[in-house]
């Protein structure tokens, strides 16, 4: 098959076994290669300022054959392949994925409205839209943002974290920790809420700044949404749900921290931004109250603006929440915690899925707690978690408890511990049947690597492989830590 063009078979021509076989004989690794070597020439382009090499570079991968498999699979092995949009289409086999390889080839394109749901939002009652394009749309989004992408990380902001190649949350709070720790660092703090960030960023901003093709990106932002069957414009926004919106959203955001180093360089003014929230640091309050001027006025070239409500200025003495975790300092010294947001959902979903367990065997409870556990553990466990991790077994134990007992009401509380929890050769109760529950304090503290700010993922490819294989290597350690007594933790 030819790498650089779109030349492939007619899907009309070949039989859906014929299709299969031709999916599965793909070199899935090779693809890969010849993409990342493609990426990393349109980052280099743009880091020498080449604008029109890495225009062509983006032409050749969106008219890739390997890219268009690429984004195929993208969009078939996410969390969201069962969901269709409004054609009800989901391609599951791997003679449809070959037949929407091929079909990605054909040109002017046209994208299909949306299909508009309402999730609800974590932690309150209110609920927030979510718009599903088709398989198809989603396979273009995914070609396009494979050549918009290393563009993006080589012009993005340094200290941007959210939606990033080779960045997670735990690099934006290590950062933080960085710039409020000493004693002669900022003691004041904005944390920032953008009001519906992808709601509402202005399409003629994008059109005019956003570096891919025109033609398709209008398609993307006016495609419209269908609710309730009746079909509504976008005049407006990127949809959430859609798989280049990140890309588009923090391109849009993009700039803001080279506006705050050049205008206020030496005054202790630190900028650190996770997709929409942010938080900017100040040697004072004046400082800060003039500093959100200032961002008012760069978001709202962008059709945004600042949610008053939620925008905050907070001395470090008084603490603050930032992606989970809150921020204080006691007596001098800055600890990280689990905020207390954090910890009242980890303790409502546990409740909900023991609710749920009143017919179930144990083994099943276990097997759905310790993926919960697991997550919200690894999430935190590079933080000031031992005590919380602690209250969190003794609610846990609590909890799986009164499960038991009810199971039991004629049975004395020996039988039922006897029953339900065994001991093993590190702690004197383990609650298990074929295998153990995870608890929270089986999680080892381990601090989070530093990341290197001026690092690109396409560029630097070696040091973002050494801190993943760092990381691998952490959780290896974590996990014989929690089975150097037996095997008992289920895969």
């Known amino acids: 098959m030819d790498v650089g063009s779109s030349k492939t078979l007619q899907s009309e021509d070949l039989t859906n076994d014929a299709?299969?076989?031709?999916?599965?004989?793909?070199?899935?690794?090779?693809?890969?290669?010849y993409m990342n070597r493609l990426q990393t020439r349109i980052a280099k382009a743009v880091k020498q300022k080449k604008f029109r090499l890495a225009k062509r570079l983006q032409y050749l991968v969106t008219h890739s054959f390997y890219a268009k498999v690429l984004a195929v699979k993208t969009v078939t092995k996410n969390d969201g392949k069962n969901t269709p949009g409004i054609d009800g289409e989901i391609w599951l086999h791997s003679g449809d994925k070959m037949k929407a390889v091929n079909s990605l080839s054909k040109k002017r394109y046209r994208s299909k409205p949306l299909k508009r749901v309402f999730?609800?939002?974590?932690?309150?009652?209110?609920?927030?839209?979510?718009?599903?394009?088709?398989?198809?749309?989603?396979?273009?989004?995914?070609?396009?943002?494979?050549?918009?992408?290393?563009?993006?990380?080589?012009?993005?902001?340094?200290?941007?974290?959210?939606?990033?190649?080779?960045?997670?949350?735990?690099?934006a709070s290590v950062y933080a920790f960085t710039c409020l720790s000493q004693k002669n660092r900022?003691?004041?703090?904005?944390?920032?809420?953008?009001?519906?960030?992808?709601?509402?960023?202005?399409?003629?901003?994008?059109?005019?700044?956003?570096?891919?093709?025109?033609?398709?990106?209008?398609?993307?932002?006016?495609?419209?949404?269908?609710?309730?069957?009746?079909?509504?414009?976008?005049?407006?926004?990127?949809?959430?749900?859609?798989l280049i919106s990140p890309i588009l959203a923090n391109m849009t955001l993009d700039g803001l921290q080279q506006i705050l180093e050049s205008r206020y360089n030496g005054r202790k003014v630190n900028f650190i931004r996770y997709a929409d929230d942010?938080?900017?640091?100040?040697?004072?309050?004046?400082?800060?109250?003039?500093?959100?001027?200032?961002?008012?006025?760069?978001?709202?070239?962008?059709?945004?603006?600042?949610?008053?409500e939620k925008t905050r200025i907070t001395h470090i003495n008084e603490g603050f929440d930032f992606l989970g975790w809150n921020f204080r300092k006691y007596r001098g010294v800055l600890l990280i915690k689990p905020s207390k947001k954090s910890i009242a959902s980890i303790i409502e979903k546990i409740r909900i899925t023991i609710a749920r367990a009143k017919a179930w065997t144990q083994d099943k409870l276990i097997s759905l707690l310790n993926p919960i556990i697991r997550g919200w553990t690894n999430y935190h466990h590079h933080i000031v978690a031992t005590e919380t991790f602690s209250k969190l077994d003794h609610i846990l134990w609590n909890m799986l408890w009164?499960?038991?007992?009810?199971?039991?009401?004629?049975?004395?509380?020996?039988?039922?511990?006897?029953?339900?929890?065994?001991?093993?050769?590190?702690?004197?109760?383990?609650?298990?049947?074929?295998?153990?529950?995870?608890?929270?304090?089986?999680?080892?503290i381990v601090r989070h690597p530093y990341l290197k700010m001026d690092k690109n993922p396409f560029l630097d490819q070696e040091y973002f492989e050494g801190r993943k294989r760092g990381e691998i290597e952490r959780r290896i350690s974590n996990q014989k830590n929690l089975e150097k007594f037996a095997k008992l933790y289920p895969s």
Not at 143 to 167: C, M
Not at 280 to 307: D, N, P
């Open 19 to 33: 299709l299969s076989k031709q999916w599965d004989s793909i070199p899935i690794e090779k693809a890969q290669a």
């Open 119 to 171: 999730i609800p939002k974590p932690g309150t009652t209110k609920m927030r839209p979510l718009s599903i394009p088709t398989m198809f749309d989603r396979a273009v989004q995914a070609l396009y943002a494979l050549g918009l992408q290393p563009w993006a990380e080589t012009t993005a902001d340094k200290n941007s974290f959210g939606f990033r190649k080779g960045r997670s949350a735990q690099d």
């Open 186 to 242: 900022a003691t004041w703090v904005i944390e920032g809420d953008i009001k519906g960030c992808f709601d509402n960023i202005s399409h003629e901003w994008l059109m005019k700044h956003i570096p891919m093709d025109k033609k398709v990106l209008n398609q993307f932002l006016k495609s419209g949404f269908i609710h309730e069957n009746e079909l509504f414009p976008t005049e407006i926004g990127t949809p959430q749900g859609g």
């Open 278 to 308: 942010f938080l900017i640091t100040a040697e004072s309050k004046e400082l800060a109250e003039e500093i959100i001027s200032v961002v008012q006025q760069f978001l709202c070239e962008r059709g945004l603006e600042l949610s008053l």
């Open 402 to 444: 009164t499960w038991a007992k009810r199971r039991h009401p004629e049975k004395g509380r020996r039988w039922v511990s006897e029953r339900y929890w065994q001991p093993t050769l590190t702690r004197k109760w383990t609650f298990r049947d074929s295998y153990a529950l995870f608890l929270f304090s089986d999680s080892k």
